[in-house]
């Protein structure tokens, strides 16, 4: 339990008695302040901790004294207030103990030192909220637990092989940098992707409403010819790099459905997206092949089911309209020489799309229903979960082997 839970054996320079336990060092810092017995100016001060990390974006009061914020090395960008004893700060104690704690003050880390007597601790007077990078200046070792989750309870060594950090609840010793959890789930979701088959119950699960999941529709596309692309509508689409499927849908116009995941760990991220082609259900599920493959060409050599996106977004398309497309910007390229096509033509439109739908997008918009000038034929362009990568369509058949719907998975809800 690090400085929680147990007696520490060291005494203190100052010819201090035995320390107290870290258990009480901690309850003192969650609850004790609240106590009714509590000094006002104690009480005060501790409110003004509380007040100072809770400020938009959490930024602390203070830095190492003596130190400028241009002499100061950001290890981590955002990283928030981080409650740390003055004698770490003034360098007359060395860091010792390490957790992290639910508590509303910035990011929760609050770190000791080897010197630190439980009577220090118990004073609010004696901490201070800095900025984690002031810490993280004194021993950069901090920065390899800096995404470790709340209640972690540390304890940092030195010796003849480094430094590092010893898991007090399980032993383990942490050499190397903890990842983000955006990014552990990021790397789980790559392997996932693409697979040849899933459950019918993993698409259903997507398109269920829950606290995590909403589904949102988003427009609808247009089918003249019924020929189906798969394609990034910056990058690919009406270029050689589009996917054109070899199953076709009856001519018309199809709703689009999105997945939006709500994650606490990526924040608000396209999880999916699905053509609805009828009302009947799913039943089962097979992978979307290219023109002139069958599913029983998957292992083949040249089978190549997924589609590329290089600019964060997806779409489903009509032949008709990716050649229509393509006409157009050539023809806008052409006008417009040296401008780009999202920041100077689609950028707007998106937020357009934001300021109109604004629940479950992000600023600047997540999703466009996009009608083609000339033709007025439309098109859905959304972002692709994570961003870039490669994915594949998935065609969801019903009873009677018909397509009822077309979808794209980006993230698996799980993993966020």
Not at 4 to 16: C, S
Not at 17 to 30: H, V
Not at 288 to 310: H, I, N, R, Y
Not at 393 to 412: K, Q, S
């Amino acid at each position: 339990m690090g400085l929680f839970g147990k007696k520490k054996d060291e005494k203190a320079a100052q010819g201090k008695s035995e320390r107290g336990t870290g258990r009480q060092a901690k309850e003192q810092l969650q609850g004790n302040q609240k106590k009714e017995e509590q000094p006002q100016k104690k009480r005060e001060h501790t409110e003004q901790m509380a007040s100072s990390c809770s400020r938009e974006g959490q930024e602390p009061v203070k830095q190492q004294e003596g130190e400028s914020q241009q002499e100061m090395k950001v290890y981590i960008r955002g990283a928030g207030g981080t409650i740390v004893t003055k004698s770490i700060l003034n360098g007359t104690s060395r860091l010792k103990w390490l957790f992290r704690q639910d508590s509303g003050y910035g990011n929760g880390w609050v770190a000791f030192g080897d010197r630190d007597s439980q009577e220090y601790v118990n004073d609010a007077e004696n901490m201070e909220i800095v900025d984690f990078n002031t810490l993280a200046n004194i021993e950069p070792t901090v920065v390899n637990v800096f995404y470790m989750p709340m209640g972690s309870d540390l304890e940092f060594c030195s010796d003849e092989t480094g430094k590092y950090f010893v898991d007090t609840r399980t032993g383990e010793e942490i050499r190397e940098p903890v990842k983000h959890p955006a990014q552990i789930a990021f790397e789980k979701n790559l392997k996932f992707l693409n697979q040849d088959t899933y459950p019918a119950d993993f698409f259903q699960m997507l398109f269920t409403e829950s606290s995590k999941i909403k589904v949102v529709r988003a427009g609808e596309a247009d089918f003249p010819t019924g020929r189906v692309v798969l394609a990034d509508p910056i990058a690919y689409l009406g270029t050689r790099y589009e996917t054109v499927l070899d199953r076709k849908v009856s001519a018309g116009s199809y709703p689009v459905e999105l997945s939006v995941c709500l994650s606490g760990i990526a924040g608000l991220r396209i999880a999916a997206a699905r053509l609805l082609l009828s009302e009947r259900q799913a039943v089962r599920y097979e992978i979307a092949m290219p023109e002139g493959k069958k599913p029983e060409d998957l292992q083949k050599s040249g089978a190549f089911t997924f589609f590329g996106v290089d600019a964060g977004l997806a779409c489903f398309a009509d032949g008709k309209v990716s050649e229509e497309n393509r006409l157009f910007f050539e023809k806008w390229m052409k006008e417009n020489p040296g401008k780009n096509k999202y920041t100077d033509y689609f950028e707007a439109l998106f937020q357009k799309s934001y300021e109109a739908n604004p629940r479950f997008q992000n600023q600047g918009g997540n999703f466009l229903e996009w009608k083609l000038p000339e033709s007025g034929l439309r098109t859905v362009l959304f972002s692709s979960g994570m961003g870039d990568g490669i994915f594949s369509g998935y065609w969801g058949l019903d009873a009677e082997g018909e397509a009822a719907c077309l979808t794209v998975p980006f993230m698996n809800p799980e993993y966020f």
